[in-house]
């Protein structure tokens, strides 16, 4: 058809429109994402948080309510009053633990007191999202006043069901350990006269805990002993990782599914444009032959506006090509019959010529007068 026009090259490197675009929304959803699982990991841990110490309170309220108070008082004083070591001389640190309490299993009393306070330990058993029975996670035990300020007396204590008993033993006399800073601890003491909740985890030398502790009342309201329920601090972390992890599934998915989603999206609507970028570059090839393909349908957009613009332009162009190459032949024509006129001119000027002339000349007299 036409001269192939040569494209001109471009020292720059071709980065496409398509992945600009999905780098771009990558870069937008990236930090957002993040905010979220922040927000979602801080929002998840305190409402585990918020639901154990619920159910804690719960738990120390249902201990409460079925507990035989009458039955609690009879049995340390039958205990203190037909055993030599209730309660024991105050115990030291080399005192072995068998010297520091018992448990009196051949006193009713005391095993329907531990079974109580077994049945509402059962009621906090949990179960993980897979329906596995977790481990014990909480213990339950009883007290009263102890002869020395800030020491207690333990009376029952749901240890005393476990495979190998720990916990409390009754009569047992005990003293809390030091804070870290070094002060005495009196949340369980101050548990004899009002509810006290230590949300903030504590370490003992049976774990590291989260307790509540509140008063045993009698029927006129007095205090006759408290019940501290514990918490394995380690649990509120067990849950939320458990929830994390699911959600950090979904998160995952979710990322990986919106990627996807956003590099056909920006493939979708670059396409007019990469179409146009392919016809141009052919265009500027020299080839005016392209089919312009609007891609809106009933629906018109700017992509849409800009083919139809694109259209008139290349249209334009052809029919300004096409003109000048008329007219440029036309120009070679006028320009060839010049070079003509002025050779002819040239040979009819030269020496040759013009002797070649008057040598004919005389030759067309010398004829004449012969005749």
């Known amino acids: 058809m036409s ?51 619920d159910d804690l309170s719960q738990t120390l ?19 203190s009053a037909n055993n030599p070591m209730c309660p024991p001389e105050k115990p030291t640190a080399d005192t072995p633990p068998e010297q520091n309490g018992y448990y009196p299993e051949n006193n ?13 330990q059962f009621t906090q058993l949990k179960e993980d999202p897979f329906g596995d029975p977790t481990k014990e996670t909480t213990r ?10 800030g020491e207690v007396i333990a009376i029952g204590s749901t240890g005393y069901f476990r495979e190998t008993r720990g916990g409390f033993r009754f009569c ?17 003491y101050d548990g004899l006269g009002q509810r006290v909740d230590s949300w903030i985890p504590y370490q003992d030398r049976f774990g590291t805990w989260i307790t509540s502790y509140a008063p045993i009342l009698d029927e ?33 998915v979710t990322f990986a599914i919106i990627f996807v989603l956003v590099y056909w999206l920006a ?12 016809v141009a570059k052919k265009i500027g090839e020299g080839d ?10 009933n629906y018109q957009d700017e992509i849409d506006t800009l083919t139809d613009v694109f259209k008139v332009m290349v249209d334009k162009v052809a029919q300004r090509e096409q003109n000048l190459r008329a007219r440029v032949h036309q120009l070679e024509i006028m320009i060839d019959k010049s070079k003509l006129t002025k050779q002819v001119t040239e040979i009819v000027e030269s020496e040759f010529f013009q002797d070649l002339q008057s040598k004919v000349k005389d030759m067309r007299n010398r004829f004449t007068k012969e005749d």
């Open 3 to 53: 001269e192939q026009t040569q494209p001109v090259k471009s020292n720059s490197r071709f980065f496409s429109l398509r992945l600009k675009i999905w780098i771009g929304f990558t870069l937008i959803f990236i930090p957002i994402f993040i905010g979220s699982y922040a927000w979602f990991y801080n929002y998840t841990r305190d409402r585990v948080f918020r639901t154990i110490t």
């Open 61 to 79: 309220h249902g201990a409460l309510a079925g507990m035989d108070r009458e039955g609690f008082v009879q049995l340390y004083e039958q205990e």
């Open 108 to 120: 009713p009393l005391y095993l329907e007191h531990v079974n109580w306070l077994q049945s509402v």
């Open 140 to 149: 339950l035990y009883t007290y009263i006043k102890g002869p020395d300020e």
């Open 172 to 188: 047992q006399r005990y003293t809390p350990a030091l804070n870290e800073d070094g002060t005495p601890s009196t949340r369980i």
């Open 220 to 252: 006129q309201g007095q205090p006759i002993g408290a019940i501290g329920v514990d918490i394995q601090a380690s649990y509120v972390d067990e849950v939320a990782a458990e929830i994390l992890q699911q959600g950090m599934i979904a998160f995952a």
């Open 267 to 278: 493939g979708f609507l670059t396409r007019p444009i990469i179409g146009l970028a392919g």
């Open 288 to 297: 005016y032959q392209q089919e312009l393909s609007k891609s809106g349908g």
